[in-house]
């Protein structure tokens, strides 16, 4: 097992900067998930800790080791690909053993070795057959079986469930959990799904543009994103934005945008609050949301009419047209029957807003 330390890592392409000053601490045994839009760095940052790219400018270390000018074969790493990378010639144990047969291992530590990882993965009655005769899902457990028989000090995954159907993603989340609890070793784990990170991930890294945009637990991202961008990529569904303007009228301050105008306490903001008009960004949850008007003191309210609902079996999800901005609601009673068209008030405490900088993006108060 080993600590994982990237030190102001970077990579460009020409004049494209794929990853800029990358830092990052990885503890012994940490699961830390790399997660963003598709062109991030993410992948790129996790094939320059496994030797498949080279680092531009900064360091890598593994176990205490800066491992900038060695070979992926000599940083003590096994990584899960996206295609599997499964040998299609070979058996399922074949597969398995490759890689220990290349060291040169004993024939009796390669079985013993083989024996456990497909105890764990539940694969011993799969270990005579071809990739070819497996599920996807199947070829994701022999996939990992080859990381665990290397028994090595980190474990590296580049999306490896993306090309598995929504049912087969969730089972394998949960199997990637529970080989996690036999098979506690240091992971840094990429992907694009942010329901990936959130229930995978001891941390998360949110990354854009090649840049860390904040970096901690799935709840701290979830209740204090750093920023505007942060916000609308964590949570599913997404944060509902308003944009408006803010200023302070007999010691209330008032936001006003397209289609609403909204009264809230002074100290909302805390020292962020405006001398003048302050233009801003207002971020609510859907699940903090309610049908209905306020119900007591902290509450606020917002009037629009209804576009759709989506029916999830357990809720459904209403959207309403507040000013040229829709607006979800989740948790909505799913027996709960609305026709497009029909104008409805809904709700929400003070606590729950998230605020904004226009033009920066940075969030102006942590809520509690």
Avoid: W
Wanted: charged residues 20%; aromatic residues 4%.
């Amino acid at each position: 097992m080993a600590e994982v330390v990237l030190d102001e890592v970077q990579k460009s392409y020409g004049r494209v900067t794929a990853v800029q000053d990358f830092s990052l601490s990885i503890g012994d045994r940490e699961f830390v998930v790399l997660v963003g839009p598709s062109g991030c760095g993410k992948s790129t940052t996790l094939r320059m800790i496994a030797g498949l790219e080279d680092i531009g400018a900064g360091t890598i270390s593994i176990g205490g080791r800066v491992v900038n000018e060695l070979q992926p074969k000599d940083r003590d790493i096994a990584m899960v690909f996206q295609n599997y990378a499964l040998y299609q010639h070979m058996s399922v144990r074949d597969n398995l053993a490759f890689g220990l047969r290349n060291r040169r291992v004993p024939e009796p530590q390669i079985d013993a070795a083989i024996a456990q990882a497909a105890r764990i993965l539940s694969i011993e009655p799969l270990l005579d057959r071809r990739p070819r005769q497996l599920s996807g899902g199947q070829q994701q457990r022999v996939a990992l079986g080859r990381c665990i028989v290397r028994n090595p000090q980190v474990f590296l995954f580049d999306e490896p469930l993306s090309n598995l159907d929504a049912q087969l993603r969730a089972q394998m989340r949960l199997e990637l959990k529970e080989l996690r609890q036999r098979v506690p070793t240091t992971s840094v784990f990429v992907t694009h799904d942010q329901v990936e990170a959130m229930t995978l991930g001891d941390r998360i890294v949110v990354m854009k543009d090649g840049l860390v945009q904040q970096v901690g637990t799935p709840l701290a991202l979830y209740r204090r994103p750093a920023n505007r961008f942060v916000a609308g990529f964590i949570g599913s569904p997404a944060m509902n934005f308003m944009d408006g303007r803010l200023t302070m009228e007999d010691d209330r301050l008032i936001m006003t945008g397209d289609g609403f105008s909204l009264s809230l306490p002074p100290t909302i903001l805390g020292d962020a609050a405006p001398t003048g008009q302050h233009a801003l960004c207002m971020g609510i949850r859907p699940q903090h949301l309610r049908l209905g008007g306020p119900s007591g003191p902290g509450q606020l309210g917002l009037g629009g009419t209804l576009m759709v609902t989506e029916q999830l079996g357990d809720e459904q999800i209403v959207a309403i047209r507040v000013g040229d901005k829709d607006v979800r609601i989740a948790g909505v009673d799913p027996d709960l029957r609305l026709a497009p068209g029909t104008g409805l008030e809904v709700s929400a405490g003070v606590e729950n807003l998230h605020f904004f900088d226009a033009d920066t993006g940075e969030r102006l108060r942590a809520t509690t």
